[in-house]
């Protein structure tokens, strides 16, 4: 693209209410121009091949076809995004070498930390990073999160993150200087992290990929700390362990 045009996008999901989401929020970001919003591979196959599409917000469980699977089908395919209900189809995402991988519900924030993303991949020229404001936050932050704890806001780095416990109604989050508690649910936590950087390795655990020392099929080991890996995740986690 040349300097200071808008990124043209194509959303695809299967879901009508999901469908809205996206597009309300492109239509909120003033780089960002939707081509077309379709329900289906088919439809978004045909938009491909008759416009310059630079980006794509794609669903991944879709009825006959995977997004993931519509992308390997692509020669020379356009920026992705994917979105999904489903966390667990974060590494095939990434595979495809997606930009991000939105995990549904979607938030303001965390969409515009994907656009965020793309502009840094030069889709545009423009090299400024979108900061706008939403009703819920006063700016999109990269690398970091606030906590609400001890009647105040604290910074906390992704980097700085080894794991976060699920504790009834409350998280834990472990650095490795301090320990911070605060009200909310794990889920809720989750949808904030990035997920090439942290993965829920038990009901009440997310770890940080790179403070991970070793690991066992029911173990992993980070600094002082054993963690539990569940039956139930252990094929996702060491799907991607395998991988790092």
Same mark, same amino acid.
């Given at each position: 693209?040349?300097?200071?045009?808008?990124?043209?996008?194509?959303?695809?999901? =299967?879901?009508?209410?999901?469908?809205?989401?996206?597009?309300?929020?492109?239509?909120?970001?003033?780089?960002?121009?939707?081509?077309?919003?379709?329900?289906?591979?088919?439809?978004?196959?045909?938009?491909?091949?008759?416009?310059?599409?630079?980006?794509?917000?794609? =669903?991944?469980?879709?009825?006959?076809?995977?997004?993931?699977?519509?992308?390997?089908?692509?020669?020379?395919?356009?920026?992705?995004?994917?979105?999904?209900?489903?966390?667990? @189809?974060?590494?095939?995402?990434?595979?495809?070498?997606?930009?991000?991988?939105?995990?549904?519900?979607?938030?303001?924030?965390?969409?515009?930390?994907?656009?965020?993303?793309?502009?840094?991949?030069?889709?545009?020229?423009?090299?400024?990073?979108?900061?706008? &404001?939403?009703?819920?936050?006063?700016?999109?932050?990269?690398?970091?999160? @606030?906590?609400?704890?001890?009647?105040?806001?604290?910074?906390?780095?992704?980097?700085?993150?080894?794991?976060?416990?699920?504790?009834?109604? @409350?998280?834990?989050?472990?650095?490795?200087?301090?320990?911070?508690?605060?009200?909310?649910?794990?889920?809720?936590?989750?949808?904030?992290?990035?997920? =090439?950087?942290?993965?829920?390795?038990?009901?009440?655990?997310?770890?940080?990929?790179?403070?991970?020392?070793?690991?066992?099929?029911?173990?992993?080991?980070?600094?002082?700390?054993?963690?539990?890996?569940?039956?139930? @995740?252990?094929?996702?986690?060491? &799907?991607?362990?395998?991988?790092?």
């Amino acid at each position: 693209m040349l300097n200071n045009k808008k990124i043209i996008c194509l959303a695809v999901d =299967d879901e009508p209410p999901a469908l809205q989401v996206i597009e309300k929020y492109i239509a909120a970001v003033p780089v960002l121009e939707l081509k077309a919003s379709v329900n289906n591979a088919v439809d978004a196959l045909s938009i491909l091949q008759n416009n310059k599409i630079d980006l794509i917000f794609l =669903d991944i469980q879709m009825p006959q076809l995977l997004g993931t699977d519509f992308m390997r089908s692509l020669i020379n395919p356009p920026k992705v995004i994917f979105t999904t209900a489903f966390r667990k @189809y974060a590494v095939d995402g990434f595979e495809l070498d997606a930009v991000d991988y939105l995990l549904k519900p979607i938030s303001f924030e965390r969409f515009l930390k994907s656009v965020n993303k793309v502009m840094r991949l030069n889709i545009t020229a423009n090299e400024n990073e979108l900061h706008f &404001k939403s009703p819920q936050t006063n700016a999109v932050a990269d690398s970091f999160i @606030y906590l609400r704890a001890d009647r105040k806001n604290i910074k906390v780095n992704f980097d700085d993150i080894l794991f976060i416990e699920s504790l009834k109604d @409350y998280i834990k989050v472990v650095t490795k200087d301090k320990t911070i508690v605060t009200k909310q649910a794990i889920s809720s936590i989750e949808e904030s992290l990035p997920p =090439d950087l942290f993965i829920r390795t038990h009901r009440s655990f997310i770890v940080s990929l790179k403070k991970i020392e070793s690991y066992t099929p029911d173990l992993i080991q980070i600094d002082k700390y054993e963690l539990p890996i569940s039956r139930s @995740y252990r094929h996702e986690v060491e &799907k991607i362990l395998k991988q790092k």
